[in-house]
């Protein structure tokens, strides 16, 4: 009788205090700095994507060759 009550406190305890923790992570994903730095995020992630298919989608081919005069400059 005693383990079986022992067993039934324990779950309550995790549960309560798991339901507080994902309230506090849910308060802190919501709130306007996290929220404004995960949107900076992803719009940066959308950037690579774009540009890495831009890349893959242009051939070496149909870039510009170097000139004499871009070859010919030294940096001092």
Excluded: C, G
Excluded at 61 to 73: G, R, Y
């Amino acid at each position: 009788m005693l383990e079986i009550l022992i067993t039934l406190i324990l779950k309550k305890s995790i549960e309560v205090i798991l339901v507080l923790l994902l309230k506090k992570i849910w308060a802190w994903l919501l709130r306007d700095k996290s929220f404004q730095y995960l949107n900076h995020f992803l719009k940066m992630q959308i950037l690579i994507l774009y540009l890495d298919w831009i890349l893959l989608k242009t051939s070496l081919k149909s870039l510009p060759e170097p000139t004499k005069e871009n070859d010919s400059h030294t940096y001092s």
